[in-house]
């Protein structure tokens, strides 16, 4: 292929790549976002609390507020208090309990100045007189939620990196922040290149088979939290393939199948570097998935001059912000679905889950294998296994194209380079994709 970065065209391990793509540095994209919107992303920014949580000394129970003062020791006759008022959630009172006073209270009600205990109402009952109650001992403090107990004002209440669910969600409108500074996306295009494939809904020739690639590589995507442009299919013609291929440098990444290995087709990586972008890995000891390409392009951004509705119909997705430099991080799959996947979820995943703000988290389980496996060669080896609990069950492996498989598997089961034979019994490593 006549690439001139030295050693390029070494075959390269899985560790040793995984290595590589981490030492690169990524510069997530901060964004301000509606509250809503901000489902399942990262904070960029700490959320503080805008008051102390909660704000005023509140009642846990529905009840009478009492001052403890007024409260008989453990042993002696219950005491009379006076009701004087009621509050309830929602209402405020400033008028100061005066000693043998009580005034009913509900839960979530402010106590009013003075009281400092509430007797719950199981616990009270009818005195001498009409408007009194009898209370009996006991430390009725426990039931106020005092001012500040939870959180103080100016309190991180939410930490930068954090995930943002329906707990964080509701801390947030809690505290007022309606606006969350968010890591944003990573807006990441797709492409599948190959004279053979076609559409679904296309109704396919004998020799052309349908692109399935761009439909997992979209669920792969969408389960890491990027959005997805996808850029279709591109015949194996150079001219096609740069120009879609300058489409997708302007995304924070590019996943492109196919095309990626020395046959007399295989244009893409070549083409890759034209376009300005370093490879940086072109061959990978792993099976399945040997043509794997990883390279940093100068991300491209759209020329004024082109219209927002034409850019919209290439890239069928809103257009990424004028102007905005950086990279754009290629990497190439080989066109056999499994391969493309197993190199997905092992490489671009981890990149991209930094391109989001996150950490990398590599979903590996520990498990028991169930039936003999023989010994490995010499490239890293994911084999689809159904998993039931901890029991590893390997599928039958029937080559990189075989999606049938891959879909009843829950994990992939790594064999280390020339990993000697192993027996039933034998503790194994999964890599966790889903729950069956
Ligand atoms: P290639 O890496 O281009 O040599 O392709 C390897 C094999 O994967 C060939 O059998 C292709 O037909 C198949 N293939 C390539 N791209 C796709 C795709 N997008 N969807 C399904 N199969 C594909
Ligand atoms: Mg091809």
Same mark, same amino acid.
């Given at each position: 292929m006549g690439m001139e970065t030295p050693g390029l065209d070494s075959l390269i391990g899985v560790g040793q790549a995984i290595e590589l793509i981490d030492a690169v540095s990524v510069t997530p994209r901060s964004t301000l976002k509606p509250l809503r919107q901000a489902l399942g992303l990262r904070l960029a920014e700490a959320v503080m609390a805008d008051r102390d949580y909660p704000p005023f000394d509140k009642s846990q129970m529905d009840g009478y507020a009492v001052r403890q003062a007024d409260v008989p020791a453990e042993g002696s006759a219950p005491a009379a208090l006076k009701v004087v008022g009621e509050v309830a959630a929602g209402q405020w009172s400033d008028r100061p309990l005066e000693p043998g006073q009580a005034v009913a209270i509900m839960t979530g009600a402010p106590l009013p100045p003075g009281a400092d205990g509430v007797v719950p109402i199981e616990q009270v009952r009818p005195g001498p007189a009409a408007d009194q109650i009898l209370i009996s001992s006991g430390d009725w403090r426990r039931m106020v939620s005092w001012r500040g107990a939870d959180g103080k004002k100016g309190q991180t209440v939410l930490q930068a990196g954090q995930l943002i669910g329906p707990a964080q969600m509701a801390v947030a409108a809690m505290v007022g922040t309606g606006m969350l500074r968010v890591w944003d996306r990573p807006r990441v295009a797709i492409l599948s290149t190959g004279d053979e494939l076609v559409e679904i809904g296309h109704p396919p020739s004998p020799w052309q088979i349908r692109n399935s690639n761009n439909s997992m590589l979209y669920g792969l995507l969408r389960q890491m939290n990027a959005d997805v442009v996808d850029l279709g299919i591109s015949p194996d013609r150079p001219d096609d393939l740069r120009s879609v291929l300058r489409d997708g440098l302007m995304h924070d990444a590019l996943l492109v199948s196919g095309g990626m290995s020395m046959g007399k087709y295989d244009f893409v990586p070549k083409i890759l570097q034209e376009l300005g972008v370093r490879l940086m890995i072109t061959k990978l000891r792993i099976k399945p998935g040997k043509p794997f390409v990883f390279g940093i392009g100068p991300?491209? #951004?759209? &020329? &004024?001059?082109? #219209?927002e509705q034409a850019y919209a119909e290439i890239a069928r997705a809103p257009r990424p912000p004028l102007g905005s430099a950086g990279s754009c991080y290629v990497f190439g799959l080989p066109g056999n679905p499994v391969s493309a996947f197993v190199c997905t979820v092992r490489f671009a995943w981890r990149l991209l889950a930094r391109l989001g703000g996150g950490p990398v988290i590599e979903p590996w389980r520990d498990g028991i294998l169930q039936q003999d496996l023989p010994a490995n060669g010499p490239r890293e080896f994911y084999l689809p296994a159904r998993m039931e609990g901890e029991k590893v069950y390997p599928l039958n492996w029937r080559g990189s194209a075989d999606l049938f498989t891959l879909a009843g598997a829950q994990g992939l089961l790594v064999r280390p380079e020339n990993a000697p034979a192993i027996a039933a019994g034998q503790p194994v490593r999964i890599l966790h994709l889903a729950e069956s």
């Open positions: 991300r491209g #951004d759209i &020329p &004024p001059e082109v #219209d």
